[in-house]
T-cell receptor
Framework: GAVVSQHPSRVICKSGTSVKIECRSLDFQATTMFWYRQFPKQSLMLMATSNEGSKATYEQGVEKDKFLINHASLTLSTLTVTSAHPEDSSFYIC?????????????FGPGTRLTVL | GEDVEQSLFLSVREGDSSVINCTYTDSSSTYLYWYKQEPGAGLQLLTYIFSNMDMKQDQRLTVLLNKKDKHLSLRIADTQTGDSAIYFCAEGYTGTASKLTFGTGTRLQVTL
């Protein structure tokens, strides 16, 4: 299957700092990418849809000024957690559907574990 | 809204078959997926089924779909310890960039 990478895999930061997470599609182009967060022992919650060349679409309850999304190219989307606080600690996962996918499947990155002290 | 429910936990002995169940409420879903998540990792797509199909088999995996009852199941034959993980079902829709709605996840524990 297609490969999606995320960087970094793990980050620990102090409260009040900003953290950038990258999501890359390595062997295909993706005009759309999705950002999820997952709390321990819970399912994935969609945060936003990242669109190449236009603004991201945020799910209800997700602060767009807190979670900045930039879809810079057809293979890269970034999520910046601004002024991070301990409650932002979570597992952040991105996914990307290839532009041509037989089953409309999405491929997921390995996730980024964010810990805010 | 869309609700996708799964039982929380399943324990099976190595070599037995595992059956993980999923119920959903949105009948307009086009595709239904099964993903596997190992601890601290992302999601691995296992298989998917188109909504007009009843069954799909892929090696040790068999997916059954009862669209009338909105019930999806994943059967893993000859379950191995490496199958221990969390399994998520998900609904998807027509369009290559449609978002997925995930189930609550089932933790599969395989014992010796």
């Amino acid at each position: 299957g297609a490969v999606v990478s995320q960087h970094p895999s793990r980050v620990i930061c102090k409260s009040g700092t900003s953290v950038k997470i990258e999501c890359r599609s390595l062997d295909f182009q993706a005009t759309t990418m999705f950002w999820y967060r997952q709390f321990p022992k819970q399912s994935l919650m969609l945060m936003a849809t990242s669109n190449e060349g236009s603004k991201a679409t945020y799910e209800q309850g997700v602060e767009k000024d807190k979670f900045l999304i930039n879809h810079a190219s057809l293979t890269l989307s970034t999520l910046t957690v601004t002024s991070a606080h301990p409650e932002d600690s979570s597992f952040y996962i991105c996914s990307a559907p290839p532009q041509i996918a037989v089953g409309n499947e999405q491929f997921f990155g390995p996730g980024t574990r964010l810990t805010v002290l | 809204g869309e609700d996708v429910e799964q039982s929380l936990f399943l324990s099976v002995r190595e070599g037995d078959s595992s059956v993980i169940n999923c119920t959903y409420t949105d009948s307009s879903s086009t595709y239904l997926y099964w993903y596997k998540q190992e601890p601290g990792a992302g999601l691995q797509l296992l298989t998917y089924i188109f909504s007009n199909m009843d069954m799909k088999q892929d090696q040790r995996l068999t997916v059954l779909l009862n669209k009338k009852d909105k019930h999806l199941s994943l059967r893993i034959a000859d379950t191995q310890t490496g199958d221990s993980a969390i399994y998520f079902c998900a609904e998807g829709y027509t369009g290559t960039a449609s978002k997925l709605t995930f189930g609550t996840g089932t933790r599969l524990q395989v014992t010796l």
